[in-house]
């Protein structure tokens, strides 16, 4: 299947937003779990129009179909949950340098799934990217007993992602792009209100600040991040995608440098180059669709 033109751009662009997910939490004063809720809710609700009259296609989902979507919002509502909790209880290096490892998991439930094999140069290009996030971070590691849960969190974030991405390419098969993250948007917004009940936080009683954090988490790495990565995945291979989101760092790095004056470093260049050769080495993979 031949990638369009304009998946490439959206994903470009989905990237830049998902990237800035850290910066714009620092804006706001809440919970995880209810930052997680207010981006979602407030997303699906901004999605249903566009989604339309194709909704009607969910009541066609099979059993198995309608399982894995459960499944999905689960996946996506826990990783929400601890990601931004693993980078409240360890450094951000080493949150940063766990979740990063992200493309070898998902490029190997990727093969075992749905065949997709990762050629020589996907290899060379998440070794790369890794490195460049280790480089990024390096000065700031601190492998002791009191990062261990943090530690733990960001290898389960991790590993959430991408029961969540393999999920999706399921569903992505059969479902419009704008369908599929209605369903699973709003599905991992109901787990997540479940979230913030059980666990007696506010609903609404948040500073203006903060609703601005909501708003823009859900405009931002929600609608266009996200989206971004799951309209991809209906034409390019999973692991490819999920190497291309060690961009991240890169871009969040470079925006904190301008919002928050965050030095850049040496080291800093260092790792830049070699995630930007990571991403180069993907891009000259060319138009290759996804199978299966």
Same mark, same amino acid.
């Given at each position: 299947?031949?990638?369009?033109?304009?998946?490439?751009?959206?994903?470009?662009?989905? $990237? $830049?937003?998902?990237? %800035?997910?850290?910066?714009?939490?620092?804006?706001?004063?809440?919970?995880?779990?209810?930052?997680?809720?207010?981006?979602?809710?407030?997303?699906? #609700?901004?999605?249903?129009?566009?989604?339309?009259?194709? =909704?009607?296609?969910?009541?066609?989902?099979?059993?198995?179909?309608?399982?894995?979507?459960? #499944?999905?919002?689960?996946? =996506?509502?826990?990783?929400?949950?601890?990601?931004?909790?693993?980078? %409240?209880?360890?450094?951000?290096?080493?949150?940063?340098?766990?979740?990063?490892?992200?493309?070898?998991?998902?490029?190997?439930?990727?093969?075992?799934?749905?065949?997709?094999?990762?050629?020589?140069?996907?290899?060379?290009?998440?070794?790369?990217?890794?490195?460049?996030?280790?480089?990024?971070?390096?000065?700031?590691?601190?492998?002791?007993?009191?990062?261990?849960?943090?530690?733990?969190?960001?290898?389960?974030?991790?590993?959430?992602?991408?029961?969540?991405?393999?999920?999706?390419?399921? =569903?992505?098969?059969?479902?419009?792009? %704008?369908?599929?993250?209605?369903?699973?948007?709003?599905?991992?917004?109901?787990?997540?209100?479940?979230? $913030? #009940?059980?666990?007696?936080?506010?609903?609404?009683?948040?500073?203006?600040?903060?609703?601005?954090?909501?708003?823009?988490?859900?405009?931002?790495?929600?609608?266009?991040?996200?989206?971004?990565?799951?309209?991809?995945?209906?034409?390019?291979?999973?692991?490819?995608?999920?190497? #291309?989101?060690?961009?991240?760092?890169?871009?969040?790095?470079?925006?904190?440098?301008?919002?928050?004056?965050?030095?850049?470093?040496?080291?800093?260049?260092?790792?830049?180059?070699?995630?930007?050769?990571?991403? $180069?080495?993907?891009?000259?993979?060319?138009?290759?669709?996804?199978?299966?």
């Amino acid at each position: 299947m031949v990638t369009p033109r304009r998946v490439y751009v959206f994903l470009a662009v989905g $990237l $830049l937003c998902l990237s %800035q997910s850290a910066n714009i939490i620092r804006i706001g004063d809440a919970s995880p779990v209810a930052i997680s809720f207010w981006r979602l809710f407030i997303a699906t #609700l901004l999605f249903v129009p566009l989604a339309g009259r194709g =909704l009607a296609a969910l009541a066609r989902l099979t059993r198995m179909d309608l399982a894995i979507l459960v #499944l999905c919002g689960f996946a =996506l509502t826990a990783h929400f949950f601890s990601w931004i909790w693993a980078v %409240q209880a360890t450094t951000v290096a080493n949150a940063t340098l766990f979740l990063s490892i992200n493309p070898v998991i998902t490029a190997t439930a990727a093969y075992l799934l749905f065949g997709e094999r990762a050629g020589r140069r996907l290899v060379l290009a998440v070794a790369l990217g890794i490195v460049g996030v280790g480089i990024l971070g390096f000065s700031d590691l601190e492998f002791s007993p009191d990062h261990l849960l943090g530690d733990g969190l960001a290898l389960l974030a991790s590993l959430l992602f991408t029961v969540y991405f393999m999920a999706a390419k399921r =569903l992505r098969k059969t479902l419009d792009a %704008q369908v599929y993250v209605t369903a699973v948007y709003g599905m991992a917004a109901v787990f997540s209100f479940v979230a $913030l #009940l059980a666990l007696d936080l506010p609903l609404v009683d948040y500073s203006l600040r903060t609703w601005v954090c909501f708003g823009l988490m859900a405009l931002v790495p929600t609608m266009i991040g996200h989206t971004s990565l799951n309209t991809a995945l209906r034409y390019m291979n999973a692991g490819r995608i999920a190497t #291309l989101t060690l961009v991240e760092p890169l871009l969040a790095g470079f925006v904190a440098s301008l919002a928050w004056g965050e030095a850049i470093t040496t080291a800093s260049l260092v790792g830049y180059a070699l995630i930007c050769g990571s991403v $180069l080495m993907v891009a000259m993979e060319g138009g290759k669709g996804a199978r299966g």
